[in-house]
């Protein structure tokens, strides 16, 4: 799960730095909470969760016909934006199989994953890559 985290936030400040460069070669200044606010409102590339996690609680969520629940609210957002694009998924391709629809959404092929991070805690995370690289 740590890794997930940090590849994730690695590539929510990759994404913060060239929205930031794009407009600042426009001549806009941008507040670090314009950037924030236009990054987490993008899609990310991937949902950063691990196959075999992802396959764990979209399988018992199939089953019991609900989406899955979270224990924080992004982490909620992520299993019920993940159980839709899979229930999608399996609506338009009905015999192919569970795991590879499941694989295709873990590794960015499918979906519409989002950073699933709370504006603070990404407020924190720029700050503290800025900090870190003053």
């Not at 989406?67 to 159980?83: F, I, L, N, V």
Request: hydrophobic share 35%.
């Amino acid at each position: 799960m740590s890794h997930s985290t940090h590849s994730r936030n690695r590539e929510f400040i990759r994404r913060c730095m060239a929205y930031q460069l794009d407009e600042a070669r426009r001549g806009r200044a941008l507040t670090a909470d314009m950037i924030v606010g236009h990054v987490l409102a993008g899609r990310a590339p991937v949902y950063y969760v691990d196959f075999y996690r992802a396959k764990a609680i979209l399988s018992r969520a199939l089953a019991d016909n609900r989406e899955p629940r979270g224990t924080y609210d992004g982490p909620r957002r992520q299993w019920a934006d993940m159980y839709r694009d899979l229930c999608d998924m399996i609506a338009r391709n009905p015999d192919r199989p569970l795991d590879n629809m499941i694989m295709q959404l873990c590794v960015g092929n499918a979906g519409q994953p989002r950073f699933y991070i709370t504006r603070r805690r990404a407020m924190q995370i720029l700050r503290q890559h800025i900090n870190e690289n003053l």
